[in-house]
Nanobody, 130 residues
Framework: QVHLVESGGGLVQAGGSLRLACAAS?????????????LAWFRQAPGKEREFVAA????????HYADFVKGRLTISRDNTENTVNLQMNSLKPEDTAVYSC??????????????????WGQGTQVTVSS
């Protein structure tokens, strides 16, 4: 079992930045096991479907982003701290949503498919004011 907890959300003005973090814990995420998980961020705005934001495989070079990211967001992982992070810059009001991290044991196969992931966090609210 893997337990994911997000942090770093909040209220920010348009054009501002936030850094989200997701910490993994549990016996299945301990030691070197965490490095074998593919990780991702999704978001869900009120009244909308959950949508893919970014994913990272075992290596920092294996990253995938939604088209709307357009260089504004960067996903990274720290296997020593068992965390996956999302640096968000140049935020827009349309980025307002609950952001959740997700994990699956193994390599990335379908990074944008939420059915790919076995573990989910509860989410952290990001609100961008205009």
């Amino acid at each position: 079992q893997v337990h994911l907890v997000e942090s770093g959300g909040g209220l920010v003005q348009a054009g501002g930045s936030l850094r989200l973090a997701c910490a993994a814990s549990g016996p299945a995420a301990s030691g070197q096991f965490f490095s074998k998980y593919a990780l991702a961020w999704f978001r869900q705005a009120p009244g909308k479907e959950r949508e893919f934001v970014a994913a990272i495989g075992w290596n920092d070079d294996d990253t995938h982003y939604a088209d709307f990211v357009k260089g504004r967001l960067t996903i990274s992982r720290d296997n020593t701290e068992n965390t996956v992070n999302l640096q968000m810059n140049s935020l827009k009001p349309e980025d307002t949503a609950v952001y959740s991290c997700a994990a699956t044991l193994g390599p990335l196969v379908r990074p944008m498919d939420n059915n790919e992931y076995d573990y989910w966090g509860q989410g952290t609210q990001v609100t961008v004011s205009s």
